[in-house]
């Protein structure tokens, strides 16, 4: 997979850019404050829908742009031409901010082969690894944070993973609404049963397919440190730890890491979801009345950890 051409419109510093890219490695030199990150970032974020560094797309889009001759509509793009073993195709990301009633709205749109296509769908048409040096305090990072670093990968290599974990995150917000309104008295129990029966059934996907995931990864990760940056003097470990139960590792027990480590092994054996979401179920079941105290849900894929 190789990108052969980039095409910027008012990103970041860059009102306009056409560039071809060599299919040899490429390094980036310059004074600061030229633009050499904001071409990284272009392609992180064709390839995941997501910045590397701003908390809001509108923050992506060239300022100057607000004083073009149009105002009234200024749209950012970014045109990345990828090639692989399956042919050439275009893939676009299209910022746009547009001023209508008094105000401006933003709304951003995604294309493949000039024809716009679900955010979702772009995902797996570029493939990246961004490496930046904060990316080294990973293992001091929050579980939030490693999480997240897990789904834009598997995201970029598993579309069915990445609609799952949508639907996911969608039924827990409603959970966690209905256990809110529950604690209110203004729900019951038989609403609060629906949206956890869906939630066990996409979780439970997520579980096995991280396990396995980070299964592989783990392998990996040991050969490379132990054959070619330790000569066999070092060993490296990475461990998935699902929510699968309550217990908090917060709380600094060995004890209970190991239970996770545990769990994560189980997992990656399934080969029957039945039994994943039975554990799931349980899990929860044994969880409601501190999902009921905390109006959210305490356990499951949106706590999961990995560390090293």
């Keep these: 997979m190789q990108v052969t051409h980039l095409s910027l419109t008012n990103f970041r510093n860059y009102g306009r850019l056409e560039l071809e890219l060599p299919p040899q490695a490429l390094l980036l030199y310059g004074d600061n404050a030229q633009g050499k990150t904001n071409l990284l970032e272009a392609l992180y974020y064709l390839a995941t829908t997501k910045s590397a560094h701003a908390d809001n797309d509108q923050q992506l889009i060239n300022w100057e742009a607000e004083e073009a001759a149009d105002p009234t509509i200024i749209v950012s793009r970014l045109v990345a031409h990828v090639q692989t073993g399956r042919g050439t195709h275009q893939i676009e990301m299209r910022l746009i901010k547009e001023m209508k009633q008094g105000g401006y709205t933003f709304r951003r749109e995604a294309l493949v082969d000039r024809r ?52 996911y995150n969608k039924v827990l917000e409603q959970r966690n609404a209905t256990l809110r309104a529950m604690a209110e008295g203004r729900q019951n129990g038989e609403v609060l049963s629906i949206f956890t029966e869906r939630l066990v059934g996409l979780g439970s996907q997520i579980f096995r397919r991280r396990a396995q995931f980070m299964a592989d990864l783990a392998r990996e990760a040991q050969r490379i440190h132990y054959e070619s940056l330790t000569a066999g003097r070092e060993t490296i470990r990475l461990g998935y730890l699902p929510r699968l139960q309550a217990n908090p590792l917060a709380r600094g027990d060995d004890d209970a890491a190991d239970e996770f480590l545990a769990d994560a092994e189980w997992l990656e054996t399934q080969t029957e979801l039945a039994a994943v979401a039975e554990r799931f179920t349980a899990a929860l079941s044994a969880n409601r009345e501190r999902d009921l105290a905390s109006g959210a849900t305490t356990i499951g894929p949106h706590r999961d950890d990995w560390r090293f």
């Design 116 to 167: 716009k296509v679900r955010l979702m769908d772009l995902l797996g048409q570029l493939r990246v690894v961004l490496f930046v040096p904060s990316d080294v305090e990973m293992i001091q990072a929050s579980p939030a944070q490693r999480r997240r670093y897990l789904d834009i990968t598997l995201c970029q290599m598993d579309g069915v993973y990445c609609r799952t974990l949508s639907a």
